[in-house]
C-alpha cells in the first residue's frame, strides 16, 4: 500500500512563488510515477507535471511551463512543486498521485494513477 501526503499550499500574491511537497509512504517501489494534478472549483481536475523516480524524466502542461518545476528526492521519497511567476489561474486545490506503472501516453489521464493525496490549497490573489 501506498500513501501520498501533500504541503505546502497557501495563499500568495500573484507574481509570487510556493513550493508545493508531496512524500510517499508505504510500498515505495509501487510509486514510480509521480504527478501533480489540480482542480478549481467547478472544473475538471487538470494534470500540471509529471516525473518518472527512476529516471527523473519529467513533463508539464503547457499552461505551467517554464513556470513550474517537478524536482524529486528519491532519498527521502519527496516529490515537489516549485512554482514561481503564479498567476490568479494558477488557484485550485493541487493533489500529489502516484502509481506503478502506466503507458507513457497516459501519464496526464488521473485515471492512470492509482494513489491520490488528500490535496492542498493554493490561492493567488491579484
Known amino acids: 500500500q501506498v500513501h501520498v501526503v501533500e504541503s505546502g499550499g497557501g495563499l500568495v500574491q500573484a507574481g509570487g512563488s510556493l513550493r508545493l511537497s508531496c512524500v510517499v509512504f508505504?510500498?515505495?517501489?509501487?510509486?514510480?510515477?509521480l504527478a501533480w494534478f489540480r482542480q478549481a472549483p467547478g472544473k475538471d481536475r487538470e494534470f500540471v507535471s509529471a516525473?518518472?523516480?527512476?529516471?527523473?524524466?519529467?513533463t508539464y502542461a503547457d499552461s505551467v511551463k517554464g513556470r513550474f518545476t517537478i524536482p524529486g528526492d528519491i532519498a527521502k521519497n519527496t516529490v515537489y512543486l516549485e512554482m514561481n511567476s503564479l498567476k490568479p489561474e494558477d488557484t485550485a486545490v493541487y493533489y500529489c498521485?502516484?502509481?506503478?506503472?502506466?503507458?507513457?501516453?497516459?501519464?496526464?489521464?488521473?485515471?492512470?494513477?492509482?494513489?491520490w493525496g488528500q490535496g492542498t490549497q493554493v490561492t493567488v490573489s491579484s
Open positions: 508505504g510500498r515505495t517501489t509501487d510509486a514510480d510515477f
Open positions: 498521485a502516484a502509481t506503478s506503472k502506466l503507458r507513457w501516453v497516459d501519464i496526464r489521464a488521473p485515471t492512470s494513477y492509482d494513489y
Open positions: 516525473i518518472t523516480r527512476s529516471g527523473g524524466i519529467t
